[in-house]
């Protein structure tokens, strides 16, 4: 590491809120699926700013599009109507078959809607403000209050009790623990279709039409976070579309402005005639011009580059890879995930194999102590894969021979 990037890690550690711990690099631009730091050094990247960066870097006409709205007009509050919101809506109702949408600032801020959303309609039915929420364990929707009390992870939430109250947890994949939970005052059970953080872990389509079928016989609401696994990371649009059951809310950010910040939570338009109202919700930022230039573009991308045909391809190979891997090795325990939300567990902690692979130029991530997360931009092809492969390799053939 040169003395100039040291220097800059210094100035960020006495500056920055120490809520991070970041790896010792400081990245500056980026070029397809490649970072590159302030050194000059390349790596293959394969977290995509955490499932975020799904067109690659330098994507030139999703670069154009924004420097155009930028020369237009950046923010006009939601007093008002801007044409990048309006285009950005209704592509978006149409690759989720829902009917409205409320444009946030991140994945948290959709979670907080989302919830807001469930209370608003049950307490329309029966003017009651006890309602009560079904979340999963090892669950994770965000770091503010409403999001974290919704996270299924004590750890994550004991020094910020008490939360919002009146939230359950049950299991994914579960049903009967989901069932023993609901009463007369639950308004909605909420889950990611693909757990992220919380370890890989897709929902089962056993489970999802159980869910689904509960939620109709109680007018209770089905609620899909799909902030990291929707956006087209499943080879669907969005994961729950692989199972044909619908959600009435579910929540999405991330790779849907592919770098912009901007989430969005939709819902039917049952749902959004029995619910939030004028003055019920709102935001300074959300669905700004900026924003949902972004969203429109990245739309329209990734149609025109048919990227969900791409990832079943590349998803597919990233699989076998993983598995042949994960045959080599008998500390990998584990290959789970769908398409390009892939994950590794390991039955050891695996920071240091990550430290590894950041060292020979190849940027990975966990989820939890003991998995590798695999989240690379959509646009990846197999010769990313086979090189990716070949680094984690040398990087866990070097991490067992040290612990013979």
């Not at 809506?89 to 807001?116: P, Q, Y």
């Not at 990734?302 to 090795?329: I, K, M, P, S």
């Amino acid at each position: 590491m040169s003395a100039e990037m040291q220097n800059y890690i210094d100035e960020a550690e006495k500056a920055l809120l120490h809520t991070y711990n970041r790896y010792q690099v400081v990245f500056d631009r980026g070029e397809g699926v490649y970072l590159y730091d302030m050194d000059g050094k390349k790596y293959l990247d394969f977290v995509a700013g955490i499932a975020v960066f799904a067109l690659g870097y330098r994507n030139e006409a999703y670069n154009d599009a924004l420097k155009n709205q930028i020369d237009k007009i950046i923010h006009t509050s939601n007093y008002y109507y801007n044409l990048p919101a309006i285009e950005a809506a209704k592509k978006i109702k149409e690759i989720s078959g829902m009917d409205r949408v409320f444009f946030t600032n991140s994945g948290a801020e959709a979670v907080e809607g989302a919830i807001k959303t469930a209370r608003k309609y049950a307490y329309l039915k029966d003017g009651c403000t006890d309602h009560e929420i079904i979340a999963m364990n090892h669950s994770f929707h965000g770091r503010t209050m409403g999001a974290l009390s919704v996270t299924g992870n004590p750890h994550y939430r004991e020094a910020f009790e008490p939360m919002i109250g009146n939230i359950k947890f049950a299991d994914l994949n579960d049903f009967d623990s989901v069932a023993a939970q609901v009463t007369d005052k639950t308004c909605a059970v909420m889950f990611e279709t693909v757990q992220g953080e919380g370890g890989i872990h897709p929902a089962s389509e056993a489970f999802m039409k159980k869910v689904r079928a509960l939620c109709d016989e109680r007018d209770i609401l089905m609620i899909l976070d799909e902030i990291q696994c929707g956006m087209g990371r499943t080879g669907r649009m969005f994961a729950w579309q692989r199972y044909g059951v619908k959600p009435d809310v579910m929540t999405t950010a991330k790779a849907l402005g592919c770098g912009v910040p901007v989430g969005a939570f939709l819902m039917t338009e049952k749902v959004g005639a029995n619910s939030l109202a004028a003055g019920d919700h709102g935001t300074t930022y959300g669905g700004n011009p900026l924003a949902c230039a972004a969203v429109s573009k990245v739309i329209d991308l990734f149609q025109e580059q048919d990227v969900l045909a791409h990832v079943n391809r590349v998803g597919g190979y990233l699989e076998e890879r993983l598995n042949d891997l994960a045959g080599e090795f008998s500390c990998i325990k584990e290959r789970r995930g769908v398409g390009l939300l892939q994950g590794l567990a390991f039955d050891r902690p695996v920071g240091d194999i990550i430290k590894r692979a950041m060292d020979k130029g190849l940027v990975l991530i966990n989820a939890g102590t003991d998995i590798i997360r695999f989240v690379p931009p959509l646009i990846i092809e197999e010769k990313h894969v086979d090189d990716m492969i070949q680094i984690l390799r040398e990087c866990v053939a070097e991490a067992e021979g040290e612990r013979q």
